[in-house]
T-cell receptor, first 108, second 117 residues
Framework: LAKTTQPISMDSYEGQEVNITCSHNNIATNDYITWYQQFPSQGPRFIIQGYKTKVTNEVASLFIPADRKSSTLSLPRVSLSDTAVYYCLVGSDYKLSFGAGTTVTVRA | EAGVAQSPRYKIIEKRQSVAFWCNPISGHATLYWYQQILGQGPKLLIQFQNNGVVDDSQLPKDRFSAERLKGVDSTLKIQPAKLEDSAVYLC???????????????FGAGTRLSVL
């Protein structure tokens, strides 16, 4: 099971881009990278998933370099409602585990 | 499309009492997960079902926790007897299938907040 390392917290302001980098040096060939978002008193919510290069959807982008030892979640033009905990998960089959996540605080 | 339903939302019990949580996954989802989330930590997987069979229960404290998924749909998680350290949010999630592809994306319920006094 690949171990992941993320910053504990990040601060930003409305309208800025937020980039959260997750390190996963021992990622395996079959492992995918998945990000979830969690608001207080709610369960985590899927944001984006990728294997290599770049993936973009309506809420975020995921950048994965060629060596796949890290990945960066990019949240464009954040708003106050993006204040949440963001989790990076790495794994294949059914072996996924949540770390402590990154608490992102967006200020006005 | 209805999401993952959990009940109750809140539960307060005294230590050594028993408690049960219920989860109804999204229709058609074969895989069901129970997580424990202690305040300030990420969710910790307790048990994972594929249909009505257990895939992984390596982190389930089996001396006091039990879970079942009869008929491969609804699931119940029980704690008997409860300890103070069981105070946490218990999250249920479901996914279409196993494996890390689009079909393994997990959808979470709102959770049950348990307080053990």
């Amino acid at each position: 099971l690949a171990k992941t390392t993320q910053p504990i917290s990040m601060d930003s302001y409305e309208g800025q881009e937020v980039n959260i980098t997750c390190s996963h040096n021992n990622i395996a060939t079959n492992d995918y990278i998945t990000w979830y978002q969690q608001f207080p008193s709610q369960g985590p919510r899927f944001i984006i998933q990728g294997y290599k290069t770049k993936v973009t959807n309506e809420v975020a982008s995921l950048f994965i370099p060629a060596d796949r030892k890290s990945s960066t979640l990019s949240l464009p033009r954040v708003s106050l409602s993006d204040t949440a905990v963001y989790y990076c998960l790495v794994g294949s089959d059914y072996k996924l585990s949540f770390g402590a996540g990154t608490t992102v605080t967006v200020r006005a | 499309e209805a999401g993952v339903a959990q009940s109750p939302r809140y539960k307060i019990i005294e230590k050594r009492q028993s408690v049960a949580f219920w989860c109804n996954p999204i229709s058609g989802h074969a895989t069901l997960y129970w997580y424990q989330q202690i305040l300030g930590q990420g969710p910790k997987l307790l048990i994972q079902f594929q249909n009505n069979g257990v895939v992984d229960d390596s982190q389930l404290p089996k001396d006091r926790f039990s879970a079942e998924r009869l008929k491969g749909v609804d699931s119940t998680l029980k704690i008997q007897p409860a300890k103070l350290e069981d105070s946490a949010v218990y999250l249920c999630a479901s996914s279409l299938a196993l494996g890390v592809t689009e079909s393994s994306i997990q959808y979470f319920g709102a959770g049950t907040r348990l307080s053990v006094l």
